[in-house]
């Protein structure tokens, strides 16, 4: 079994930064695909940005991507999401998720994640 806490979320001014965080507990932590995906009232689910299994390769969704970065810290079990220049449309609950077993675009399907943290939320004002 494996837990996912998530913390970091907010109030911030379009422009502004937060960073999110997710410990990890349970099982290696090198064991699972890492993700981070958002939710905004009256929307599906959404990917934002992932790790690979080895945690050598990175992805982003496109409406984040130069203004995201996934990293995670080995010895702490912990995954973060830095995010800059937020505009109102990052507005959503955030959550980290963790998957045993997708592979390839699957990993980009909130339906393929096994483990999933109880999220936070980030509010960007205009």
């Known amino acids: 079994q494996v837990q996912l806490v998530e913390s970091g979320g907010g109030l911030v001014q379009a422009g502004g930064s937060l960073r999110l965080s997710c410990v990890v507990s349970?099982?290696?932590?090198?064991?699972?695909?890492m993700g981070w995906f958002r939710q905004a009232p009256g929307k599906e689910r959404e990917f934002v940005a992932r790790f690979t299994r080895s945690g050598g390769t990175t992805y982003y969704a496109d409406s984040v991507k130069g203004r995201f970065t996934i990293s995670r810290d080995n010895a702490k079990n912990t995954v973060y999401l830095q995010m800059n220049s937020l505009k109102p449309e990052d507005t959503a609950a955030y959550y980290c998720a963790a998957s045993g077993d997708c592979a390839g675009y699957g990993c980009y399907d909130p339906v393929k994640y096994n483990y999933w943290g109880q999220g936070t939320q980030v509010t960007v004002s205009s």
């Open positions: 349970g099982r290696t932590f090198s064991s699972y695909a």
